[in-house]
């Protein structure tokens, strides 16, 4: 089974890398691998079992890449992408994350 991909512009439409991918053959889902127009790659997973939807980041960075002078800078992010700080709350991160 394939998944349709939204009617959208050229601009704006994600490009399929990949609509087949190896699986046991008991697994009913499907799989798609899809560049967006930002050039972040997504796994796009339908379970026909299921009513509900998650997602999950993965993020290729961390501690080997903070500067020589600002140790812990990866993990600082992290707190800030992902759990907010006492000044900044939950819900602005949340804006912050979805403006960009």
Do not use: C, W
């Not at 349709?4 to 512009?9: F, G």
């Not at 002078?69 to 707190?79: F, K, N, R």
């Not at 709350?89 to 994350?97: E, P």
């Amino acid at each position: 089974m394939s998944l349709p991909l939204p009617q959208r512009s050229a601009s704006t439409r994600a490009s399929v890398l990949t609509d087949g991918m190896e699986k046991p053959l008991l697994d009913n889902r499907t799989y798609r691998v899809v560049r967006l127009p930002n050039d972040l790659e997504a796994l796009l997973i339908h379970d026909p079992d299921t009513d509900k939807a998650s997602a999950a980041m993965d993020v290729n960075i961390g501690s080997f890449s903070d500067a020589d002078d600002m140790p812990g800078m990866a993990h600082a992010v992290e707190h800030l992408l992902f759990m907010g700080t006492e000044k900044v709350s939950r819900a602005a991160v949340a804006t912050l994350r979805d403006v960009g």
